[in-house]
């Protein structure tokens, strides 16, 4: 191998080594880990009144599964950006 294109391998090779390293959606995930962790721990403590209101709803077939799921569906966005916002 003639020694300039070694020199050129080499040279690029480094080159590589030096870039810094762009975070990933990963690393950032896991550098946000404690700050939610935190948020959560802040959450309200269960409301067992209204747990036992559901549970009794839920077996007189009074309460709707299927509509309550669509409506915490489209609120979700919007409750995390609250949550996001806060910290």
Do not use: C, F, N
């Not at 962790?37 to 309460?63: H, T």
């Amino acid at each position: 191998m003639p020694i300039d294109l070694l020199r050129h391998q080499r040279a690029i090779a480094s080159t590589r080594r030096r870039r810094p390293m762009v975070p990933t959606r990963r690393d950032r995930a896991v550098a946000e880990l404690p700050t939610w962790v935190e948020k959560a721990r802040d959450l309200p403590d269960i409301r067992w009144d209204k747990v036992a209101r559901i549970r009794e709803a839920l077996q007189a077939g009074d309460y709707d599964v299927d509509t309550r799921l669509q409506d915490l569906v489209i609120d979700l966005p919007d409750e995390l950006a609250i949550l996001k916002h806060r910290g």
